[in-house]
Structure formats: C-alpha cells, structure tokens
C-alpha cells in the first residue's frame, strides 16, 4: 500500500513539473526547424545587397526575393538613379484629334454610280 502511495505521489508531481515548464505557449516557436524538409515550406533565393545568395525557407512560393539596400552606402550616381526609380512617372496624355475635313462627295462614286446603273438596266 505505501508503495502504490508513493508511486501515485511521484506520478503527480512529474506531472506538476511538466506542465510547469509548459505555460508558455510560446515555447515552441523559439526553437531551430530541425528538419530539412518543413511542412508548407519553400526553398527561396535570398540575395543579399552584397550580391551573394543562400536559400531560405519560406512561407510563400517565389523564386527570389532581396533584401533592401542601405542608400547611405552606395555612390552618388547610384543613389540618384534608385531615387529617381521611386519617382511616380508622369502619364504621357495622348490628345485624340478628330478630323472633321470628312467630304462624301469623294466616295459618292462608290454608291452612286452602282445605283446607275442599277436603274440604267431597268
């Protein structure tokens, strides 16, 4: 009888300790993916601002993406040309002109002379 109250006390404080260390249902999320092959994971490019390139799991399916580039290390002509690319570019506005000079006496020809002789058989 005292060993079975013994092993029931030893059952339940294991059981406090364990649920102790899992209070925090964050725990798990702090720790490395130990597999190479993740559930709803993609192998992406990475390229660096330096222009070297590891792969990277990811959540969504692309094929590359980079990271931002620090503007205070690049040249002066680099940095103007990426700060002009940022620019909104102006809409080209195409002026549509109607020409009215239309004169139906040049194509007249074309109906009324098939109407002649339409009524010139009769």
């Not at 993916?33 to 990811?58: C, E, N, W």
């Not at 109607?98 to 109906?111: A, G, H, P, R, V």
């Amino acid at each position: 009888m005292s060993s079975q109250f013994c092993a029931r006390n030893l059952l339940t404080s294991c059981s406090k300790v364990f649920t102790a260390e899992r209070n925090n249902a964050w725990r798990a999320s702090l720790g490395k993916i130990s597999r190479r092959d993740y559930l709803h994971r993609y192998q992406v490019k990475f390229i660096r601002p330096d222009g070297s390139t590891i792969m990277v799991p990811a959540s969504e399916p692309r094929q590359t993406f980079q990271s931002a580039i620090d503007l205070k290390q690049l040249s002066e002509d680099e940095r103007r040309q990426r700060l002009a690319a940022r620019k909104p570019k102006a809409k080209i506005t195409k002026t549509e002109v109607i020409d009215d000079t239309f004169d139906e006496s040049e194509y007249m020809k074309f109906w009324s002379a098939s109407g002649a002789q339409k009524t010139s058989k009769k």
